[in-house]
């Protein structure tokens, strides 16, 4: 603080150490911005690119989310596709069973109200809006057992609204492949 | 001068008796949700809780607040009568009325949607219909502090507008343009269906227009805050605001820019495409800016407080800042928890980091924590300041009040820390009850408990804050003198216009949200193969 006795002298001060913080603060915003864009280019960690749909009235007559396409696919390139819906209480498959190590992608939509799918221990997250296809690119690192509960509210079933992930090694998830087309870890 | 005392305390009234009967809904839902209740009970009733306690928290609480402080602020800044108290009234009706009118199908479980309302999910009409009453009460107030802010710049047109009634206008304009959002979504897109018009809803399109209204709502909730922070605080302790024109800027930052960021909200969403959610993500830093302005200048503005009473040293000066004061306490906690809320809200904007915790207790904790906290906390401040030059009676116990802000601090606190932690171990928001056996859910009972016992304290903190204030009704009377605001230390000898009124602001506030939101609420309503069945909520259906 500087003395009384030179008002104009102390305004002066004032706007400085003020111009000064403003300037900082704009430096502390654009460094936690470029962190994101470098993150979002640089590990490819960005939202899904486009909006595509999927009509709920007709998911389970005919197109990509028909019951017999549901679960996982080995695609030709060695990558996995897992197709998924949620429904008022239920995903389907309610367990889903994926490779260790492995590129996969997740597609999955909504028949009937918005839900939501995360899988605990990740950082995989998305929201299932009826009417559009929630797609993410995704790997797990080891095997193991997750819990996928829907994190949306969803009605007053909500709370019993919980799927399994099932992550196997490789050699393990070709052998149950060998057997079938689309897979799942319903008992 | 303050005329109107009867309709300004009507607000603050009604604001906190809506507040007390949703904090004990609050409490209830945490403990009956946590492995502390062995008791069976209806999920049912659960949700009926949540969605009555986030629309008496998120619509009528803080907006009554932000409608009577308001009232006060344009008595007793711009020095005259309120223009239009009749109007003022009818919007107070209004807000009193859509309450009833919304919370009567919710109590009854016909309306068990959540305060955000989840198309295709559609619940009873009348609570749309109250929640509509209620915001269009609020517009009523956003018109008078519109209308009486230019009166008394026409009656005055050499003079500065008074801070207070700067920022409260900037809150009301806000508002006004943030409540289309969700109004947009009501009108057209909802109440068609609940009242049986339509049977198809695209729900991807609602939750933009919701987005629109959700995140700015936030900062509505925080104006008086804010207002309190500057206006109020530095006059309290004996000191005075470091600047004047800091803000203003800081003010006009949040009219500009808190509506185009909304669709962080829909980061995880498919409807939107990822160069919005990167625009959104972008102004999301943005509107740090106006809060890291405004935490410098209340600290400064403490420490000229501080050094006015003998304060030194380079931190010393803390020390002599006069602590047993309720409003400097509040304002200290205010800060801590804006700090922290604040922290967690940078990790919210960035896509990477929020898809480890989005829609996960982190998030129930997080807004719980800046509006529960840092925001509630300074409404409690404001009721203090200002009711002995409502009520006429002095608030003498200055022990009580400041147990009662530490107790609401550290309930806050011990609430929502346990939920961050719980949110980051991916435990699912808006949940009846969990599964505590689970081998995957057993490790979150313990914070979950932890967490209850911050709600206990809260409302015990809650029933404090009525004694006072029931106390200070009935003190003995006393003339507390003319309300006043803080004074800057350098009054500014000429404030440039832009700093001084609206139109430009109010331009790009609405030209950002065009830009922001047009592109995608233009796409969403060209593909019209995304309508899909509405699915009815309630007994009745």
């Given at each position: 603080m500087t003395t009384e006795s030179d008002p104009h002298l102390g305004e002066a001060v004032a706007a400085r150490i003020e111009r000064r913080w403003a300037t900082l603060s704009i430096a502390i915003v654009g460094v936690l911005v470029g962190m994101a864009i470098f993150i979002g280019i640089d590990?490819?960690?960005?939202?899904?690119g486009h909006v595509e749909t999927a009509d709920p009235k007709t998911l389970h007559l005919?197109?990509?989310?028909?019951e017999s396409n549901l679960g996982s696919a080995m695609e030709a390139d060695g990558s996995v596709t897992v197709r998924a819906i949620g429904q008022q209480y239920s995903f389907t498959p309610q367990c889903i069973v994926v490779p260790s190590g492995t590129p996969v992608t997740l597609r999955a939509t909504s028949a009937d109200v918005v839900h939501g799918l995360l899988i605990e221990g990740t950082n995989i997250n998305t929201m299932l809006v009826p009417g559009y296809v929630s797609e993410l690119p995704v790997q797990f690192k080891a095997p193991g057992e997750h819990a996928m509960p829907?994190?949306?509210?969803?009605?007053?079933?909500?709370?019993?609204?919980w799927g399994k992930v099932k992550v196997v090694d490789k050699a393990t998830f070709l052998g149950m492949m060998a057997s079938q087309r689309r897979l799942s870890c319903v008992d | 001068m303050l005329i109107n005392k009867r309709l300004i305390l009507a607000h603050f009234w009604l604001a906190f008796v809506v507040f007390g009967l949703a904090l004990i809904l609050g409490a209830w839902q945490m403990f009956v949700r946590s492995?502390?209740?062995a008791w069976h009970f209806n999920p049912e009733l659960y949700y009926r809780s949540v969605t009555a306690h986030g629309s008496a928290m998120g619509y009528v609480f803080p907006t009554l607040i932000a409608m009577g402080f308001g009232y006060a602020i344009t008595e007793s800044a711009l020095e005259k009568p309120l223009i239009g108290t009749r109007w003022a009234w009818a919007g107070f009706a209004l807000v009193a009325v859509g309450a009833v009118v919304a919370m009567i199908p919710v109590s009854i479980g016909?309306?068990?949607?959540?305060?955000?309302?989840?198309?295709?999910?559609v619940g009873n009409p009348f609570y749309y219909i109250g929640v509509v009453m209620v915001v269009v009460g609020s517009w009523i107030w956003v018109a008078l502090m519109s209308i009486n802010l230019s009166i008394w710049k026409r009656e005055n047109p050499e003079r500065p507008v008074p801070l207070a009634m700067f920022a409260n206008v900037a809150g009301s304009y806000l508002w006004g343009w943030t409540a289309v959002g969700a109004a947009l979504e009501i009108i057209f897109l909802i109440l068609p269906v609940a009242l049986g018009?339509?049977?198809?809803?695209d729900a991807g399109l609602a939750r933009v227009f919701f987005s629109w209204t959700l995140h700015a709502i936030v900062y509505f909730w925080l104006i008086p805050t804010y207002i309190a922070y500057y206006t109020i605080f530095p006059r309290a302790i004996g000191g005075r605001l470091y600047s004047d024109a800091m803000a203003r800027i800081s003010f006009i930052l949040f009219v500009v820019?808190?509506?185009?960021?909304?669709?962080h909200h829909l980061?995880?969403?498919?409807?939107?495409?990822?160069g919005f959610k990167f625009m959104h993500s972008v102004f999301t830093g943005l509107v740090a800016l106006p809060t890291l302005l405004t935490v410098f200048t209340i600290c400064a503005s403490a420490e000229i407080a501080s050094r006015l009473r003998g304060g030194s040293g380079a931190f010393g000066w803390v020390r002599a800042?006069?602590?047993?004061n309720p409003i400097m306490l509040a304002t200290a906690l205010s800060l801590v928890m804006l700090g922290f809320g604040g922290a967690g809200g940078l990790i919210n904007m960035s896509y990477q980091l929020d898809a480890s915790i989005h829609n996960t207790q982190w998030i129930t904790g997080h807004f719980h924590l800046i509006f529960g906290g840092a925001i509630v906390i300074m409404y409690f401040a404001i009721a203090y300041d200002l009711w002995p030059h409502l009520t006429g009676r002095a608030l003498e116990n200055f022990g009580l009040m400041r147990a009662q802000l530490w107790l609401w601090f550290i309930g806050m606190i011990v609430t929502t820390f346990p939920w961050h932690y719980v949110g980051i171990l991916g435990m699912p928001r808006r949940?009846?009850?969990?599964?505590?056996?689970?081998p995957a859910i057993s490790p979150q009972a313990f914070s979950v408990a932890i967490s209850t016992v911050g709600g206990l304290i809260l409302l015990i903190s809650g029933v404090l804050f009525f004694v006072v204030l029931i106390r200070g009704q009935m003190a003995h009377r006393s003339e507390a003198g003319a309300y006043r605001f803080s004074v800057p230390v350098h009054m500014p000898e000429r404030i440039p216009v832009a700093l001084n009124s609206f139109g430009l602001w109010l331009a790009l506030m609405v030209g950002l949200t065009v830009v922001n939101y047009g592109y995608p609420i233009g796409q969403l309503l060209v593909?019209?193969?995304?309508n899909v069945p509405a699915v009815y909520v309630g007994a009745s259906r």
């Open positions: 590990h490819a960690t960005m939202p899904q005919a197109g990509e989310f028909i829907c994190q949306e509210f969803c009605g007053i079933g909500h709370q019993g609204m | 492995p502390l209740n016909l309306a068990s949607v959540l305060y955000t309302f989840y198309p295709p999910m018009l339509k049977s198809t809803i820019v808190a509506m185009p960021i909304g669709m980061f995880a969403d498919p409807q939107v495409g990822a800042l006069p602590w047993q949940m009846a009850f969990y599964d505590y056996a689970n593909l019209k193969e995304t």
